[in-house]
């Protein structure tokens, strides 16, 4: 076989075991962890598992078109990163590095609102394929200056994430005393210590630190929790979306789309894409799985917007099984980040050349000759 990774992580369940010991784990239960008892983020792996899929033989299976179209540009692959928070904690530099990674390999990479690296410099990084995920802050002005930055460094599609209504009890983050910026606690110093090549590439790169908000903490006293706290919206309104979709030219998505009225909500004000996700199991540990409402849009939905999901999506195979259930993109966050966490920048390419090759292998195996041909009909239930 001519595999273009490194086969000592032939999967993401490889590169999750390796970033866990290579980083600090403060970094790591950051990014794997989730809500409450963490119900949730268990579901999501199980509801992709109970998805099957019936091979047809007797035909050509020679080569298998991966490409998909998505507001007027064709991706190389139907994997995109998703907006991740705090993004360079996982390893310095991720960022930057995953940005780079997608414009070569053409997919898309979604910037966080709450990221470490300036949109700007994102926007340069991966001038073809960059998207930025907007946190619809309480203060008119801050919200309006977040688009209009975005709009100016020339990004493809804004995504507005709606599920984060207030914020999340994540049970490890508490346990490990983690804010910004870092607070010495024993542990964290003990952490840090054990993991020395991550503590000496922070030191060199700088902590992580939310540089896009910078400009609207208008209060230096204030301590960044509460700063972050009165900074979101509790509860993105209505009223609120169509005042962005007035805003906003481009291709506008919203993130964190469940429920059939919000979907009603979406076609009605004219968005021109959703992502069904439940946050990774990170906002609502009794949110259901996202393959079961991907597989509950309606038709007419699907006709009118491109239906995109998330959460809980580790493999070619899972995504090929979110193709079948109706997505048109998936979104991973956790991958990408294990990659980071377990091989530094290299880890980006792992990532995308692991999804490529299982996507690959699966199509084929499948008889499917293309991503765009993949449909309900592969599912072993129909």
């Keep these: ?63 298998a078109d991966q490409s998909v179209e998505i507001f007027g540009h064709r991706y190389a692959m139907p994997v995109g990163v998703s907006p991740v928070g705090l993004g360079n904690m996982m390893w310095p530099g991720a960022e930057i590095a995953l940005a780079r990674a997608s414009q070569q390999a053409n997919i898309p990479y979604v910037l966080s609102t709450f990221g470490t690296t300036l949109l700007e410099e994102i926007a340069r990084a991966a001038p073809d394929v960059c998207w930025f995920q907007l946190y619809v802050p309480k203060d008119m002005d801050a919200m309006k200056d977040l688009i209009n930055r975005a709009k100016t460094a020339g990004y493809k599609a804004l995504v507005v994430t709606l599920d984060i209504a207030v914020g999340a009890k994540r049970n490890r983050e508490l346990k490990n005393g983690l804010m910004l910026p870092f607070k010495f606690t024993p542990r964290i110093v003990w952490e840090a210590a054990t993991h020395p090549v991550w503590s000496v590439s922070t030191l060199i790169h700088g902590q992580p630190d939310f540089v896009n908000l910078l400009p609207y903490r208008k209060d230096s006293d204030e301590g960044l929790a509460a700063f972050l706290t009165s900074f979101n919206m509790n509860g993105v309104t209505r009223e609120r979306i169509e005042m962005i979709r007035e805003l906003w030219e481009g291709p506008m998505v919203l993130k964190g789309v469940q429920h059939e009225g919000d979907i009603r909500a979406c076609l009605d004000i004219g968005i021109d894409g959703i992502v069904v996700s439940n946050h990774g199991g990170r906002q609502l540990d009794g949110a259901p799985a996202s393959a079961g409402s991907l597989q509950a849009v309606s038709k007419e939905a699907r006709a009118r917007m491109t239906v995109m999901v998330d959460s809980g999506i580790r493999s070619g195979l899972d995504a090929v099984r979110a193709r079948a259930l109706g997505a048109e993109m998936i979104f991973s966050g956790r991958s990408f980040f294990w990659g980071m966490g377990a091989m530094g920048k290299a880890g980006a390419g792992q990532v995308i050349e692991i999804f490529r090759d299982e996507i690959d292998r699966t199509l084929k195996q499948l008889g499917c000759p293309s991503w765009d041909a993949m449909d309900r009909s592969w599912l072993a239930a129909d």
């Design 1 to 63: 076989m001519n595999l273009k990774y490194d086969t000592r992580y032939p999967s993401i369940a490889d590169l999750k075991t390796r970033a866990k010991r290579r980083i600090p784990g403060f970094a790591y239960d950051y990014v794997d962890g989730g809500i409450d008892e963490e119900h949730g983020k268990r579901r999501n792996r199980e509801a992709w598992h109970h998805v099957e899929l019936t091979p047809r033989y007797l035909r050509d299976v020679s080569s």
